[in-house]
């Protein structure tokens, strides 16, 4: 079974925080990505990356960095949290572009 | 830009009674289309995807969902659903070979409660 964790399930940052959200993969998988997760707004895509150290801009990358150092991992950045970021954020991975992604549990931040 | 919308946002129904979701897309070129289901306090996972072929498309469960391609729609049905298919529901889209590397598009979702 395709496994996908991310580092924390909630967490409470602070306005200008710098945050760090990790993601990792054990499928070997050659594609990540980061979505934000609203009421009403269903999933928004962040950033995607289809190789290491490669990343792509999704819907919203206002505000936010990413980095994949490695293959398996793959870290989305809140350079300085805001409260408007406050949000469910899931990490997913997938074999080809267009094939199905395996979602992780989901970080639940709250930026106060 | 590719766009995918779920009409129903919140969806009560009884048990035993069926159930039809819409999903329609915006592109009119070649898509791969994909429903997922999140199961409340559950990873989002699939329920059934369609590439090509037959468009009546069959998932776990008991779901189904048909592609009609002159309406622009991958429908998610069941004949009779039952409490615990008490979930969230994203359709979404991924272009299909129109070059470059796509990016799926999801729906804003369908909340479903099945009363028992």
């Known amino acids: 079974d395709v496994k996908v964790t991310q580092s924390s399930r909630y967490l409470v940052k602070r306005t200008g925080e710098k945050v760090f959200l990790e993601c990792v993969q054990d499928m070997d998988h050659e594609n990540m990505f980061w979505y934000r997760q609203d009421p009403g707004l269903g999933l928004r895509l962040i950033y995607f990356?289809?190789?290491?150290?490669?990343?792509e801009k999704g819907d919203i990358p206002e505000g936010y960095s990413v980095s994949r150092e490695k293959k398996e991992r793959f870290s989305l950045i809140l350079e300085s949290a805001s409260t408007n970021q406050t949000s469910m954020y899931l990490c997913?991975?997938?074999?080809?572009?267009?094939?199905?992604?395996?979602f992780g549990p989901g970080t639940r931040l709250l930026v106060l | 830009a590719q766009s995918v919308s779920q009409h129903n946002h919140h969806v009560i129904l009884s048990e035993a009674a069926s159930l039809e979701l819409g999903c329609n897309y915006s592109y009119g070129g070649t898509v791969n289309l994909f429903w997922y289901v999140q199961y409340p306090g559950q990873h989002l996972q699939l329920l059934l995807k369609?590439?090509?072929?037959?468009?009546l498309v069959k998932g776990i469960k008991g779901f189904e969902a048909e592609f009609i391609k002159s309406k622009f729609s991958f429908n998610l049905r069941k004949p009779s659903v039952q409490w615990s298919d008490t979930a969230e529901y994203f359709c979404a889209v991924i272009l299909g070979n129109s070059g470059g590397y796509q990016k799926v598009t999801f729906g804003t979702g369908t909340k479903l409660q099945v009363i028992p």
């Open positions: 990356s289809y190789d290491v150290k490669m990343k």
């Open positions: 369609y590439f090509s072929g037959d468009p």
């Open positions: 997913a991975s997938s074999f080809g572009e267009w094939e199905t992604q395996y």
